[in-house]
C-alpha cells in the first residue's frame, strides 16, 4: 500500500514544539498505517561466502542494483526480521528486545547457510540506522518507526547452492496501527503456512515463507476476513499462526498458545506477552491446542511486532463461525497496555528489555 498524498512533504524537515527536528509529516492530523513512507538512510554491510561481516556503512535510502543471478532472487536465499523504535514523552528513543531479532536471524542464517552479523553489529547497526533517520520516529503517540532488516545471497550463482556474496541491508518506515480493530479469522483447512516438525523452515523469517500464503489470505481478504490461520500440515488438527503473527487462546483464568516446536515462528512479542502475563496471576501453557480447544475458548488474541496485541473478534472453521469477548474488559487489552507502556516508557522496564539509542 502507497502511503496517502496528504502525508506531508517528506524532505522538509519541520521544528516540533520541543524544538525537536521532525520530518515534515502531519503528525497530528494523519493517522500513520502500515505502508512503507521510504527515510533518509538505510544501513548496508557485505560480506563474502565463507567470511565474517565486518564494516557497514550509511547510505542514501534508494534502490540496490544486483545481479539477476543473485541467490535471493533465483533461490530464496534472504530472511527479513523486524522491530521498532518509540519515542517516548520525553523524547528518547527506545528499541525493543533488538538482541532477540538478531539470535533469531543467526538461528535463520545458519539454517539458510548464510552468514550472519554478530549480536554486537545487529543491534549497533540498528542504533545508527535509527539514529541517522531520527526525524521519522514519530512523535510519542502517533506511532513507531519500524525498522526491517534483510539479510541475502546477493552474490551471482546459476547453480543451486549458496551465493557468493551476502548483503546485510536495514531500512526503515515511519508505521502507524497495522489493524484496524478486532481481527476476524477464517481458517484455512487445505493449504499450509509450514510443515510440520523440526526439518522445515516455519521457525525462521525466511522470505520464502511468505509468498505461499497469499492466496489463502487474497481469498480470505476478498470475503470479508481480516486474515488466515494455519493449522498443522500434519493432521490438521492445531492451530499454529497467523499470516504473521502469534495466536493465543483464552479459557477461565488460563492462556494457551501453540509450542514453539520448529514450525511457528518464535515470536518475540510472544515470547513477552508469555511474562507479562505470567507476571500477572495468569497461568500460560505452550502446547498443542485443537481445533475445537480454540473454538471453545473464551477469548483470543494475536501478537506481533507490526500489531504488538490484537484482539480476535471472530474465527470461521468450515461452516461454523465463533465469536469471542473484546474491547477493554478484555485480558488482551489489558495485555497490550502493559507491553505497549514498557516499549514506549510509560510502564517501568523491571526486565531491562529495552534499549536507548543515542
Ligand atoms: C510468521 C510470523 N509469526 C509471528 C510473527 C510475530 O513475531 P514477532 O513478535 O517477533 O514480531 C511474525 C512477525 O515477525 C511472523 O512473520
Redesign the pocket.
Known amino acids: 500500500m502507497s502511503p496517502p498524498s496528504n502525508l506531508g512533504n517528506f524532505k522538509d524537515g519541520s521544528e516540533s514544539a520541543a524544538g525537536e527536528n521532525y520530518a515534515d509529516i502531519n503528525w497530528d492530523n494523519y493517522e500513520l498505517g502500515f505502508y512503507l513512507v521510504p527515510t533518509d538512510y538505510m544501513y548496508v554491510m557485505k560480506c563474502a561466502k565463507g567470511d565474517k561481516f565486518s564494516q557497514g556503512s550509511i547510505v542514501p535510502y534508494g534502490n540496490i542494483e544486483i545481479s539477476p543471478s543473485a541467490g535471493i532472487l533465483n533461490y530464496g536465499q534472504g530472511l527479513f526480521?523486524?522491530?521498532k523504535a518509540y519515542r517516548t514523552e520525553d523524547g528518547r528513543i527506545l528499541l525493543f528486545r533488538p538482541d532477540?531479532?538478531a539470535q533469531?536471524m543467526k538461528r535463520g542464517a545458519d539454517r539458510l547457510c548464510m552468514p550472519s552479523p554478530s549480536n554486537d553489529q545487529f543491534v549497533n547497526a540498528v542504533k545508527q540506522i535509527v539514529l541517522a533517520n531520527k526525524r521519522w520516529v514519530p512523535p510519542s503517540g502517533k506511532g513507531s518507526l519500524y525498522v526491517r532488516p534483510l539479510l541475502m545471497g546477493t552474490g551471482a550463482s546459476l547453480g543451486v547452492g549458496p551465493a557468493p556474496e551476502y548483503t546485510f541491508l536495514i531500512y526503515c518506515s515511519p508505521v502507524g496501527s497495522y489493524h484496524k480493530g478486532a481481527l476476524n479469522f477464517k481458517v484455512e483447512d487445505k493449504l499450509y503456512?509450514a510443515i510440520s516438525g523440526s526439518g522445515g523452515t516455519?521457525g525462521i523469517?525466511s522470505v520464502t515463507?511468505?509468498a505461499p500464503v497469499y492466496t489463502a489470505m487474497t481469498e480470505a481478504k476478498a470475503n470479508g476476513f481480516s486474515d488466515v490461520l494455519f493449522l498443522d500440515s500434519a493432521t490438521g488438527k492445531y492451530i499454529e499462526?497467523?499470516?504473521?503473527?502469534?495466536v493465543f487462546v483464552v479459557k477461565d483464568n488460563s492462556i494457551f498458545t501453540p509450542e514453539i516446536d520448529g514450525t511457528?515462528?518464535?515470536?518475540?512479542?510472544?515470547?513477552?506477552i508469555i511474562e507479562i502475563a505470567i507476571d500477572l496471576g495468569y497461568q500460560v501453557m505452550e502446547r498443542a491446542v485443537s481445533v475445537e480447544e480454540m473454538l471453545g475458548a473464551d477469548e483470543m488474541f494475536c501478537?506481533?511486532?507490526?500489531m504488538v496485541v490484537n484482539s480476535v473478534a471472530s474465527v470461521t472453521y468450515k461452516e461454523t463461525r465463533v465469536d469471542y469477548k473484546t474491547g477493554p474488559e478484555a485480558l488482551s487489552a489489558k495485555l497490550r497496555a502493559t507491553l505497549v507502556g514498557i516499549q514506549t516508557g510509560c510502564v517501568e522496564d523491571k526486565k531491562s528489555w529495552t534499549v536507548l539509542v543515542d
Open positions: 526480521e523486524g522491530l532477540e531479532n533469531r503456512r516455519g523469517k515463507n511468505y499462526e497467523a499470516t504473521a503473527c502469534n511457528i515462528l518464535p515470536g518475540i512479542t510472544r515470547k513477552s501478537t506481533g511486532t507490526a
